[in-house]
């Protein structure tokens, strides 16, 4: 049995994506004022109550996914993977992250957003999207397309899918929190990173039958 299968929707899920990150990436860019308005008020709320002890916490939870890590942890987990012969998979990680590094990286070159006034100095480079939230759906897309099926309990298997959504979005605030981004940043990495894997999730598709041909694949699962 084959990891992903054959989505019709996939399609228009690109498509929609696309369509949704293209729009805000062009509002971004062209700073306007409804994007600005939007992050202003999101930025309030979320820095509202501000103490050594929060500061702290978040910072951690974005050590944590920060992109240098965020590669530790995927090759953790193809190491994993290729350990009980989900070879091709664990290349697939990967590569999915390896290639969307590169997506973000022209998006960031294209869009060149300054980073919020007063962020740290070891957040440097542009804004948009965000690296960690990019980074972290990533990971965790993985985990929940990989991983999550063999829990064979399903309230298991949910609270997993749980702790998963939780913590994209605590890697979401704590980057609003510490200043290092605007909250459109880690929307536009939310799009970006759902576009590039219904990309490369298409890709396994079509590669999976070919690479279990080669020598190293050969007995691995699909």
């Known amino acids: 049995m084959m990891l992903f299968n054959r989505d019709r929707d996939r399609p228009w899920k690109f498509g929609l994506t696309t369509i949704l ?11 306007n004022a409804y994007v600005a308005f939007l ?60 290639g969307g590094d590169v997506v973000a990286y022209v998006v960031k070159d294209l869009v060149q957003r300054a980073r919020p006034a007063g962020h740290l100095a070891i957040d440097n480079g542009y804004s948009f999207p965000s690296g960690h939230v990019f980074g972290t ?9 990989i991983l999550i099926p063999m829990i064979a309990t399903p309230w298991r298997a949910w609270l997993v899918r749980l702790i998963v959504i939780v913590w994209i979005i605590m890697v979401m605030i704590s980057r609003i929190y510490v200043g290092a981004h605007f909250p459109t940043d880690t929307i ?28 190293l694949l050969t007995h691995s699962e699909l």
């Open 21 to 31: 990150f293209l729009i805000l990436a062009f509002y971004v860019k062209a700073q």
């Open 188 to 215: 536009g990495a939310l799009l970006l990173a759902y576009l590039w894997l219904q990309v490369a999730q298409g890709l396994y598709i079509r590669l999976a039958p070919v690479m279990k041909r080669w020598p």
């Open 39 to 98: 992050d202003s008020s999101v930025i309030d709320v979320v820095q509202k109550d501000q103490s050594n002890g929060r500061m702290l916490f978040w910072r951690g939870v974005a050590t944590l996914m920060e992109p240098k890590m965020i590669i530790v942890w995927t090759v953790i987990l193809a190491f994993l993977l290729w350990g009980f012969k989900f070879k091709i998979p664990a290349v697939w990680c990967l590569a999915t992250l390896a």
């Open 137 to 145: 759906f990533l990971l965790m897309a993985m985990i929940w397309l």
